[in-house]
């Protein structure tokens, strides 16, 4: 196990990696929450918070024969949260940000299958929020998102995913952090049920099959995820993206990709407030027979 001492809180090249794993090893990552632990109790203020320990991942892990070009292939077996969680309202953060005056901080105790909020049962469904590669030059923060992945929050990210990263640096240099508990798309408030936990993972590595941006499969779906500045930007990215990936499964022309796309795929959001905004979208991955992932 990689344990949660092991952590970082950008994504760089510079990184020293704590560990060096072979493609098709599985390993179980620990993590602490996006808060780096420091909220324990309602009573919490984030006056207090030292925010440059916040979103720390786990690694980062160097994966033997990862190159540039490549995506890594990270199969997502299990995530087992841990028994409390905790999220907050923040001054000015996030779509709701100008009616907090001052933060307030909620604690969950996480149940069998649920949490809950008020007097009310929440259903939980455990993803992971921050999960990345490093970039090939600058350093990139963790609470942001990118084409090395990054602060996506992406709900669909979660037990039985499989996510392919763009290896922009040699070994990868992966990590992962920033679980949730729950999390509606868009993350409207900025935090989900924020909780640490373990995570089991299995590496790959496709060669030289990189676009440089993350994609995923999840339930019989294919995924485009794309980051920008704008949603309209964001959208409008991913939908050129699973262009790119229709073309190349099927052998179509542009405009009998993009009927396909018309038809068939969805538009999604993963979250807008990070402050770069995540989007997905989403395509039967039966339309993917060539592609060989
Ligand atoms: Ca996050």
Redesign the pocket.
């Known amino acids: 196990m990689i344990t949660k001492d092991n952590i970082f809180y950008s994504f760089s090249k510079d990184n020293v990696a704590v560990k060096i794993v072979r493609p098709k090893e599985t390993v179980i990552i620990e993590t602490i929450d ?1 808060f780096g632990g420091q909220i324990t109790s309602e009573d919490d203020q984030l006056d207090t918070l030292n925010w440059n320990q916040v979103n720390p991942a786990t690694g980062p892990i160097y994966i033997e024969g990862a190159e540039p070009g490549d995506f890594l292939k990270v199969e997502i077996n299990g995530i087992e949260i841990d028994a409390s969680g905790v999220m907050a309202s923040i001054p000015d953060a996030g779509i709701f940000g100008s009616l907090h005056k001052k933060s307030s901080v909620k604690c969950f105790d996480i149940y069998d299958g649920y949490t809950e909020f008020n007097d009310m049962a929440i259903p939980i469904h455990p993803m992971i ?2 999960i990345g590669v490093a970039p090939s030059s600058k350093s990139i923060s963790n609470g942001e998102p990118g084409p090395h992945g990054g ?1 996506m ?1 992406n709900k669909m990210i979660s037990t039985g995913t499989i996510l392919y990263l763009p290896v922009f640096v040699k070994g990868a240099l992966f990590g992962l952090g ?1 679980l949730h508990a729950a999390m509606g798309d868009g993350e409207s408030n900025v935090t989900g049920i924020e909780i640490g936990g373990k995570v089991t993972v299995t590496f790959d590595i496709i060669k030289e099959k990189s676009h440089g941006h993350p994609i995923m499969t999840k339930n019989g779906q294919f995924y485009t995820i794309y980051s920008c500045k704008t949603l309209d930007e964001a959208v409008e990215k991913a939908a050129y993206e699973m262009h790119y990936w229709v073309k190349k499964s099927l052998g179509y022309n542009d405009s009998d990709a993009a009927m396909l796309i018309s038809i068939m795929a969805d538009s999604e959001i993963c979250q807008v407030v ?1 402050p770069k905004k995540t989007a997905r979208m989403k395509m039967p991955q039966l339309y993917f027979r060539y592609l060989n992932l």
């Open positions: 996006a929020g921050v602060n929050d920033d990070d």
